[in-house]
């Protein structure tokens, strides 16, 4: 046969296999509202920047009637491209072929890109759309889980991982995406969950829907398992794409600098925050105040909202953001909160992004239902991860920081190298009418007029420690500034913390409390 017959032969092959499951299974596949892998991932890489790998692999299971059965691609492509020009390994499981069930070849798949991804020092693009492990192939299937979720683990931290839930992800596979870094999920699309309503029906006779058990609702507003929220696929696709501009390649990288914008003037940083510490405000103003051209892309939006976090960028550069929420239950710090800044925290440093704090808090959150949810050792993680993060750290004080929350919100003590606070700020261990009421007790229950003399106190506990200037005369605070001047100071800051040094002592690791 002449090379020209064996191309053409190749092309009718190569037509075949991406066909996937077939016309039938593709229009169920858009009946459903859903994109097919293919069209997924053309969607999301740069034009004519995708090359697949592995199209002609097939299953090689002989149990049950699977001998006479062809997989094409075994229900998964694979493949690199880029994503405005940032190269990119991605998987994208295949529903129309055997519902994307994970079998032995299918798995041999995704961990070849995933090796890929490590050796090459690139992001990993995850798309999941699959009924779990293929039942079939029994404990070989199980094994290739198995082999997904040691590679997530050995690639945190080297290279970013970002899970996409387009369609069921169920049973085990949910933790390869547990795994990773980033999990993006669609509104009447995403379904995530360890056992499905019909076991929760047949083990506990209770009836659920897939949505309401782990819909991307659930997961973006409840569990907090999902990062970003989006309404269509091709929205999901502009935030994955927004995403990786602020993220670097690899951990030996930083993130790709743009070029500086001043923030928009529509806001002004000295009309948000209210005089009044009791008055709540949106933070994100404020970040929006300060950061290149106003654009801050949060992460986590609907969970956990007294903790806002997210990357902007200051002067070019990629910065992330954690900061107290004080129109969401004053911006205390709880049991979600804590997890979820804290593992954000983990990431910058992971990836040389310096982290940049804004502190308005009463504390953490007390209450029963708190320390029986664990809110002493979550709380913990976040001192952990401040404590240990050694990339740029820099912390400004707007209003109030009492008690575990100043510590804990990227103080000078976890080593912030910058620390700034406004005029209105107010550090101290409690809040001003806490504090009288315990320290003067007895002048106020002696007084002729309690109420009067609890005034005074307050009045004079306020003017003596709830202030900036207690801190700033130990040098907990390194400067009390304007309002105006923050940008300013957060431009110079980061500026001359660029080829910052500092280390903690060598280690296996540490055994942060998970
Ligand atoms: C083999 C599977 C499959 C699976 C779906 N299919 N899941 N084949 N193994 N796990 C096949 C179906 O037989 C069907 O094939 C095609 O995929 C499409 O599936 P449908 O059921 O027709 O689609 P739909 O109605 O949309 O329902 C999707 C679904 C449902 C909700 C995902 O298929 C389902 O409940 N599947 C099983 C989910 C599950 O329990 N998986 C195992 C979890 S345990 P045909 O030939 O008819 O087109 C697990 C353990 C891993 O994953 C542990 C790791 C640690």
Redesign the pocket.
């Known amino acids: 046969m002449s090379l020209k017959r064996k191309t053409l032969e190749l092309l009718r092959r190569r037509e075949q296999a991406q066909q996937g499951?077939g016309e039938k299974?593709i229009e169920?596949q858009q009946k459903?509202g859903k994109m097919t892998a293919r069209e997924r991932i053309l969607a999301l890489l740069d034009k004519e920047s995708f090359h697949e790998y592995d199209l002609f692999v097939e299953h090689d299971s002989r149990e049950f009637d699977m001998a006479d059965k062809v997989f094409h691609g075994d229900g998964v492509i694979i493949g690199t491209g880029t994503i405005f020009g940032a190269p990119i390994c991605i998987f994208a499981q295949d529903?129309t072929?055997?519902?994307?069930?994970?079998?032995f070849m299918h798995a041999r798949k995704i961990t070849k890109i995933m090796d890929h991804a490590l050796k090459l020092r690139v992001p990993l693009i995850g798309i999941n759309d699959?009924?779990?492990?293929?039942?079939?192939?029994g404990v070989n299937?199980?094994a290739g889980?198995?082999e997904i979720?040691y590679r997530n683990t050995l690639n945190s931290g080297v290279i970013p991982q970002i899970s996409v839930i387009l369609?069921?992800c169920?049973?085990?596979?949910v933790?390869s995406p547990a795994l990773t870094d980033f999990v993006f999920v669609v509104d009447g699309i995403s379904?995530m969950f360890i056992?499905?309503p019909?076991?929760i029906k047949t083990v506990l006779g209770e009836e659920i829907s897939?949505e309401d058990l782990g819909g991307a609702r659930v997961h973006s507003e409840i569990t907090g398992n999902a990062h970003f929220f989006a309404n269509s696929e091709m929205e999901c696709f502009e935030q994955i794409k927004k995403l990786v501009t602020f993220i670097p390649w690899n951990n030996s990288r930083k993130a790709l600098a743009f070029k500086p914008k001043e923030p928009k003037s529509i806001y002004n940083i000295e009309k948000i925050v209210p005089g009044d510490p009791k008055l709540p405000y949106d933070v994100r103003n404020v970040i929006r105040a300060i950061v290149d051209d106003s654009d801050f892309f949060e992460i986590q939006e609907h969970w956990a909202q007294n903790v806002v976090i997210g990357f902007a960028r200051i002067n070019g550069d990629t910065t992330g953001f954690v900061c107290n929420q004080p129109i969401y239950l004053a911006g205390v710090l709880d049991v979600d909160s804590s997890d979820k800044a804290a593992r954000f925290i983990r990431f910058c440093d992971s990836f040389n992004i310096p982290i940049v704090t804004l502190v308005d808090l009463p504390g953490y959150l007390p209450g029963v239902d708190q320390e029986h949810a664990g809110v002493i050792r979550h709380g913990a993680k976040l001192l952990y991860a401040y404590s240990e993060a050694t990339v740029p750290k820099v912390t400004l004080i707007i209003r109030k920081a009492y008690g575990g929350g100043y510590i804990a919100m990227g103080s000078r003590h976890l080593r912030a190298d910058f620390v700034f606070a406004w005029p209105g700020a107010e550090i101290a261990v409690m809040g001003p009418e806490g504090a009288a009421n315990i320290i003067f007790r007895k002048e106020i229950m002696e007084a002729e007029d309690s109420d009067k003399m609890r005034k005074q106190k307050v009045k004079e506990y306020k003017e003596k420690f709830a202030n900036p200037y207690v801190a700033a005369a130990k040098g907990y605070i390194d400067s009390v500034i304007e309002p105006k001047e923050t940008r300013k100071l957060l431009v110079h800051a980061i500026e001359v913390s660029k080829e910052k040094s500092s280390s903690i002592p060598k280690k296996k690791h540490g055994i942060p409390p998970f």
């Open positions: 499951g299974a169920k459903m529903f072929v055997a519902g994307g069930s994970l079998g699959s009924g779990g492990a293929r039942i079939q192939e299937s199980l889980y198995g979720f369609g069921p169920a049973g085990g596979a933790y379904k056992t499905g019909e076991v897939m």
